[in-house]
């Protein structure tokens, strides 16, 4: 099986589960239920039912366990999924991507909206010489669920492919988990790319001349007409984190071990300085404070890793010397790296400095 390197470590359990939106799920079990049958057994054990409220989200837990069981065969699901979605059985992102003037247009619509169908992960997108990368960041505590990164990355590799041919040149796809190799020989023939698992980050990467090839079914009043339509929804959820999209901006770019910058973020988010500022405004929250929490996530996840000396930590964690780090860990959980290391696996602080 093809492997990327990368560290995985486990991430901190959040207060309330995060979830995939009723929004994608139902049309998703409609696809399966056209298939096999059984869609309204499947529903139930959703919960999401006819009944069911459009702002519900199914916690990732259950999402996993419900697919999980429905798959079955040498075809994976999201595949099997896709095979029996025509044009728009995929609603809102259906709609949109064929509204769009072209396929950057349709990622900046699907990123900013994206919140309406996962609270799991944000969709980014990061262009660096002349290739575009496309990524799920995954919030800290969610539960992943791989299925739903298969149908998405496949679902876009589709439709582009259906609207611009052979303009769409995919190079590659990465995802995180693992899958039988019958499963990774099917992907491979669906991406007509080379295909690795195990990675450090579920990412698709494409010539960046793609995203400026004209979609021969672009309606700008449709869609206009979509993306204020989903963001007064997206606006209306009740959503307890309404940050999360700045907390994974922070999280994605920590890895450049320096101080970030309000308008760096604001740029990786696709708005403005002033935007954003009025955001955090609204939520009585600081950049910086944004940033320590994300430090403080990174150190409480790295730490778990034995491998790495405190010393290696800080350095990830971009501060400017050991000493640093230990005051600032101290002041977030009570206790120094070295107690809290030793309290995870039952014994004395014998951690590497």
């Known amino acids: 099986m093809s492997k990327v390197s990368g560290s995985k470590t486990r991430e901190q359990a959040l207060p309330s589960p995060r979830g995939i939106s009723v929004v994608i799920l139902r049309p998703i079990i409609e696809c399966l239920g056209r298939t096999r049958g059984g869609g309204t057994r499947m529903s139930e054990a959703l919960g999401i039912a006819s009944a069911a409220p459009a702002d519900l989200f199914v916690p990732g837990t259950r999402v996993n366990a419900v697919l999980g ?178 907390r994974a901006a922070i999280s994605h770019a920590r890895g450049g071990r320096r101080p970030m910058k309000l308008s760096e973020v604001a740029r990786s988010l696709g708005t403005s300085s002033r935007s954003l500022q009025r955001r955090l405004h609204l939520r009585d929250t600081k950049l910086r404070d944004l940033i320590a929490a994300a430090q403080r996530e990174l150190a409480l996840r790295l730490i778990e890793n034995p491998m790495l000396s405190l010393g290696e930590i800080a350095y990830e964690l971009g501060f400017a010397d050991h000493a640093s780090f230990h005051r600032a860990f101290v002041r977030w959980t009570g206790e120094t790296p070295g107690d809290h290391r030793a309290s995870l696996i039952g014994g004395t602080a014998t951690s590497r400095p």
Not at 92 to 114: I, T, V
Not at 163 to 187: N, Y
């Open 69 to 246: 069981h429905a798959t079955a065969g040498a075809i994976p699901l999201a595949l099997e999924v896709l095979a029996a979605a025509p044009i728009g059985a995929l609603g809102l992102f259906d709609y949109l991507m064929a509204a769009s003037k072209n396929l950057e247009e349709a990622l900046d619509g699907f990123r900013r909206l994206y919140g309406l169908l996962t609270q799991v992960v944000t969709l980014r997108v990061d262009r660096d010489r002349g290739t575009v990368r496309i990524g799920h960041d995954a919030h800290v505590g969610a539960t992943r669920v791989p299925f739903m990164s298969e149908l998405a990355f496949a679902a876009l590799h589709d439709r582009t492919r259906r609207a611009i041919g052979d303009d769409w040149p995919l190079r590659a796809v990465r995802f995180t988990h693992s899958v039988p190799p019958e499963a990774e020989r099917a992907f491979r023939v669906h991406f007509g790319c080379d295909v690795a698992f195990e990675a450090s980050r579920d990412e698709m990467t494409v010539d960046a001349r793609a995203l400026s090839v004209p979609f021969p079914t672009a309606d700008p009043v449709t869609a206009s007409f979509l993306r204020e339509r989903a963001e007064r929804f997206r606006v209306a959820l009740p959503n307890d984190d309404d940050l999360a999209d700045v």
